[in-house]
């Protein structure tokens, strides 16, 4: 039984009937629910203190600093819902690729992949791999108790662009020259990522993660036919995978507005929108029967508190027609971001929203 089956013949304690959920399922429901990507860490001076001295990836390979991280905005903020504290790369390290996380940099990739002899790095993802995740998401169950869990991966186009480039990029050169040069080798490369997401994702789903979401960072640097050819088949392939299990999924990119409803096609539940599109444009791009996720831009979090609700205001204000909204940002928490900032907000629209 998933997260997203009612349990039948029982008092309801679980996750099932939480805001959030509901509202990834577009149900009516007592208030908006809330929730930040990259809520776990980043702003908050207890994830620093937590992680002093501690790598990156070795911080996610962890058991009981994964559940301390990820409950630490829970507790502070009130928010909706809790996102498992992991890192993209955390699959790619586990298959035995040798990439670290550089402070200041990100994922840098030692061996990057540029030719079909490359592939051969990636392997099968195993269950036993990443048994640090099962057993993390069994401790944060346990804790979070009805507040839902989401577990994430990134999206394939994503994790090739950081293997192709060795690391983070700018304009992704390399990455759209195999793309456009090699269409085969591109296509072989991003199955072979699909399948190891969709193997990550059933790890967290069925260790007891409540909705999951792909996050597909650098995809908004593509125009929406190379979308449609070179990348929707292998995310539709992530999603085709874990839609069994019956639990939202969410589909999340940055600089996405002329690929959303390609986002949506490619099936998930809930698009997540960045600050750039308003959410009743959105859902107009969307189309009917998705839920949407989003979308103040992080920054306004920087401005005096009148401004941050005038805006706020904005996001439910164009998602008032919505069946389906969980209010979010339209990227990450900012490192520097006043936690405090990130409390108001959460507690704005829960007043704001109260059905």
């Known amino acids: 039984m998933s997260a997203n089956d009612e349990p039948a013949g029982q008092q309801q304690t679980g996750t099932y009937h939480s805001a959030f959920l509901k509202a990834c ?81 990100g994922p840098v990739v030692e061996n990057p992949i540029r030719t079909r002899a490359d592939l051969e790095q990636l392997r099968a993802l195993e269950p036993g791999d990443v048994s640090y995740v099962t057993e993390a998401i069994g401790m944060l169950v346990r804790e979070l108790g009805s507040t839902p869990l989401i577990g994430f991966a990134g999206a394939p186009f994503t994790l090739a662009s950081y293997l192709i480039e060795g690391g983070p990029s700018r304009n992704h050169e390399r990455t759209k020259a195999l793309m456009y040069g090699d269409p085969q080798l591109w296509a072989d490369l991003l199955d072979r990522l699909a399948d190891i997401t969709a193997a990550f ?15 597909d960072s650098w995809v908004g640097a593509l125009a929406p036919a190379d979308y449609r050819r070179s990348v929707m088949p292998a995310s539709a392939k992530v ?49 009917p029967g998705k839920a949407l996720q989003g979308n ?47 409390t108001r907000l959460v507690e704005y629209v829960h007043e704001q929203s109260a059905r």
């Open 25 to 105: 399922r577009r149900e009516p429901v007592p208030h908006t629910p809330v929730w930040f990507m990259r809520q776990a860490g980043r702003s908050l001076p207890e994830y620093r203190k937590v992680r002093e001295g501690i790598a990156m990836l070795d911080s996610c390979m962890r058991p009981d600093l994964v559940t301390e991280i990820t409950l630490q905005p829970v507790r502070r903020h009130n928010v909706d819902a809790a996102i498992y504290f992991s890192d993209i790369v955390v699959p790619l390290k586990a298959i035995g690729i040798d990439l670290d996380i550089k402070p200041g940099i």
């Open 201 to 215: 994702l059933k790890v967290q789903i069925e260790a007891g993660a409540s909705a999951v979401q792909l996050f």
């Open 239 to 287: 999603f085709r995978a874990v839609e069994d299990y019956g639990v939202p999924r969410i589909h999340f990119g940055v600089g996405t507005g002329e690929l959303l409803g390609l986002m949506g096609e490619a099936g998930a539940d809930v698009v997540g929108v960045d600050w750039r599109v308003p959410l009743d444009e959105a859902a107009r791009r969307v189309g």
């Open 296 to 342: 103040i831009d992080p920054a306004v979090l920087f401005a005096p508190r009148e401004a941050v609700e005038t805006k706020a205001r904005e996001v439910l204000d164009a998602a008032a027609g919505l069946e389906g909204h969980v209010f979010n940002l339209g990227h990450g928490v900012l490192p520097n971001t006043d936690p405090e900032a990130l």
